[in-house]
């Protein structure tokens, strides 16, 4: 279990976690991880997810240093016969000890409902992982003044599914818009969603004031002090800075 301080209103502990999506090569991966190993990151709970199958060799490069990692997605299924799935329990039998479920990439690209991330996540809880429920708006949903409402059918689909369980998990607001694109919401926006996301578990769990709401999307070692100072923001889901083993640490000290 990830240890907590008081630092925020909860004992919420600050989270980093790297969000490497399909990039990587074992030369890479052996540089990016020798840079945390010698960086002294302890001030805040940091986390790497590597694709799938360099999670053998990143959990023996890290064995001993306080970098924890995780996956990018698991199935909502059992072990079985599910060509090209990833099961929680061989997640955890890696030694991961989070997966990012429900990203926008996976929700666009492989038609993921609500449900099923829902699904993923009470699986990945099964198996002694911590999910990171992503949820997020689109442009065109801001655009409408959507957001509110988006960003809260699918938080509720998770706590419809898991009730108090909730407080195993981490939450990830990450605004569609925002995502490898360079533009970031700005601290008070991001602060507005972030409240909302916190007010909704406070309301349906009790221990909804100790669950983790990390913001991500184009956050870099510029803007993450700001966004890390707001009230309601737990740390970041960080994708392209994370592949840079400076703007990594950066990003990650901005958190402590
Ligand atoms: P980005 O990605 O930091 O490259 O915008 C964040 C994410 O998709 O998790």
């Known amino acids: 279990m990830v240890a907590t301080h008081a630092g925020k209103p909860g004992g919420r502990r600050r989270l980093v976690v790297g969000n490497w999506k399909m990039n990587g090569t074992h030369e890479a991966n052996n540089a990016l991880l020798s840079a945390l190993k010698g960086a002294d ?36 299924h059992a072990p079985g016969a599910y060509t090209g799935e990833v099961a929680a329990a061989m997640l955890a039998e890696l030694g991961c000890t989070f997966v990012i479920v429900g990203h926008s990439e996976r929700r666009a690209m492989h038609a993921e409902s609500d449900a099923l991330v829902a699904e993923k996540a009470e699986k990945a809880l099964d198996h002694g992982l911590v999910p990171i429920v992503c949820v997020g708006e689109t442009l065109a949903e801001r655009e409408a003044g959507a957001t509110g409402s988006v960003v809260e059918r699918q938080l509720a689909a998770v706590l419809d599914r898991l009730g108090d369980r909730i407080s195993g998990c981490v939450v990830a607001y990450e605004p569609v ?9 700005s601290p008070d926006e991001a602060q507005a969603v972030h409240a909302l996301l916190r ?7 009790s221990s909804g004031e ?5 913001y991500g999307g184009s956050v870099k070692p510029e803007n993450a002090a700001e966004l890390f100072a707001q009230p309601d923001i737990d740390g970041g889901l960080i994708g392209g800075a994370s592949l840079k083993a400076s703007d990594f640490i950066a990003i990650c000290r901005a958190a402590a």
Not at 43 to 56: E, F, G, K, Q
Not at 199 to 205: A, E, P
Not at 210 to 214: P, S
């Open 41 to 76: 990151l302890s001030a805040s709970d940091v986390v790497v997810c590597p694709p799938t199958p360099y999670l053998c060799a990143v959990a023996d490069l890290l064995a001993g240093s306080p970098v924890r990692w995780g996956a990018q997605d698991c199935s909502h």
């Open 177 to 185: 818009w925002a995502i490898g694109t360079g533009k970031t919401a």
């Open 199 to 205: 007010s909704t578990l406070r309301d349906r769990s």
């Open 210 to 214: 100790a669950v983790r709401i990390l």
